[in-house]
T-cell receptor, first 111, second 117 residues
Framework: QKEVEQNSGPLSVPEGAIASLNCTYSDRGSQSFFWYRQYSGKSPELIMSIYSNGDKEDGRFTAQLNKASQYVSLLIRDSQPSDSATYLCAVNEDSGYALNFGKGTSLLVTP | GAVVSQHPSWVICKSGTSVKIECRSLDFQATTMFWYRQFPKQSLMLMATSNEGSKATYEQGVEKDKFLINHASLTLSTLTVTSAHPEDSSFYIC?????????????FGPGTRLTVT
């Protein structure tokens, strides 16, 4: 069974620090990787996508992909209390259209 | 980014009645939409994949006769919860896949909170 694994947390970081969220996946054929943010009681919001090995930066967010090691990570620089949410890692399965979601990591940024 | 809407945003119904939830892609054509359910403090659970013009594909353990899905057009998919019971109370979220050839990411609607009394 293809799996996407995330530490459930909570991950607690002080305001201004770097938050590092990690995700591993089992399907070596996966091609597309996404990070979603979900605030409590709200639906997920796409914040980053990455398709090739290396880093991709967008504002305070950096996604990192290592296909050989089958992990993808999300770094949030200068973390703000408003970043407190659950972050979902999603992987596109090789064989079809569905995204395979991890269970999410809860991030708490403390003032 | 692509916009997906859902209606209603919340609904309260009595046990035994049916509830219809609409999911619309507002600025793109979505040949594929997905329906998820999320219980409090739990992860997203994919219920079914809805393809325009064909029958939905249900995940294991999801009753297709209870959760009726119709994807009649490229911008609209509906989920009908039939004979709802209190255990069906949950947060139902749809998503639409990016248009063919543009990517595989999914864009989520705002969700519908269903309470069955």
């Amino acid at each position: 069974q293809k799996e996407v694994e995330q530490n459930s947390g909570p991950l607690s970081v002080p305001e201004g620090a770097i938050a590092s969220l990690n995700c591993t996946y089992s399907d070596r054929g996966s091609q597309s990787f996404f990070w979603y943010r979900q605030y409590s009681g709200k639906s997920p919001e796409l914040i980053m996508s990455i398709y090739s090995n290396g880093d991709k930066e967008d504002g305070r967010f950096t996604a990192q992909l290592n296909k050989a090691s089958q992990y993808v990570s999300l770094l949030i620089r200068d973390s703000q209390p408003s970043d407190s949410a659950t972050y979902l890692c999603a992987v596109n399965e090789d064989s079809g259209y569905a995204l395979n979601f991890g269970k999410g990591t809860s991030l708490l940024v403390t003032p | 980014g692509a916009v997906v809407s859902q209606h209603p945003s919340w609904v309260i119904c009595k046990s035994g009645t049916s509830v219809k939830i609409e999911c619309r892609s507002l600025d793109f054509q979505a040949t594929t939409m997905f329906w998820y359910r999320q219980f409090p403090k739990q992860s997203l659970m994919l219920m079914a994949t809805s393809n325009e013009g064909s029958k939905a594909t249900y995940e294991q353990g999801v009753e297709k006769d209870k959760f009726l899905i119709n994807h009649a057009s490229l911008t609209l998919s509906t989920l009908t919860v039939t004979s709802a019971h209190p255990e069906d109370s949950s947060f139902y979220i749809c998503s639409a896949r990016a248009p063919p050839g543009t990517g595989v990411e999914q864009y989520f609607g705002p969700g519908t909170r269903l309470t069955v009394t």
